[in-house]
Nanobody
Framework: VQLQASGGGLVQPGGSLRLSCVAS????????MGWFRQAPGKEREFVAH????????WYSGSVKGRFTISRDSAKNTVNLQMNDLKSEDTAVYYC????????????????????WGQGTQVTVSS
């Protein structure tokens, strides 16, 4: 299984970016897909999750209402639309996949994901 994340870049505060994660070797709808991020000097943290059922979406409190996770089954891709970006969103963003259809409490746990992408840098700065 391989995950390829892309779409990062430099954006001004209030701007938008769309991250994509293309999967090979596993269908993105077969289990859970998650986005995590790691800011400089900080631990990696959960951002968003989408489960086998598209309605099984949830977000960290810091991004809820600004970020949207979605899935394109035809392209075997999971996207993260990020709007109203803030400087504190600056981080390396990672996508991850789990063979399980995770519940809320498990989906924020990195150990529940068995494959990870390489990360894409998002920098929010004026």
């Amino acid at each position: 299984v391989q995950l390829q994340a892309s779409g990062g870049g430099l954006v001004q505060p209030g701007g938008s970016l769309r991250l994509s994660c293309v999967a090979s070797g596993r269908t993105v709808s077969s289990g859970s897909m998650g986005w995590f991020r790691q800011a400089p000097g900080k631990e990696r943290e959960f951002v968003a999750h989408i489960g086998r059922d598209r309605s099984r979406k949830w977000y960290s409190g810091s991004v809820k209402g600004r970020f949207t996770i979605s899935r394109d089954s035809a392209k075997n891709t999971v996207n993260l639309q990020m709007n109203d970006l803030k400087s504190e969103d600056t981080a390396v963003y990672y996508c991850a996949t789990s063979s399980l259809n995770l519940i809320v409490s498990a989906s924020t746990d990195e150990s529940k994901y068995d494959y990870w992408g390489q990360g894409t840098q998002v920098t929010v700065s004026s």
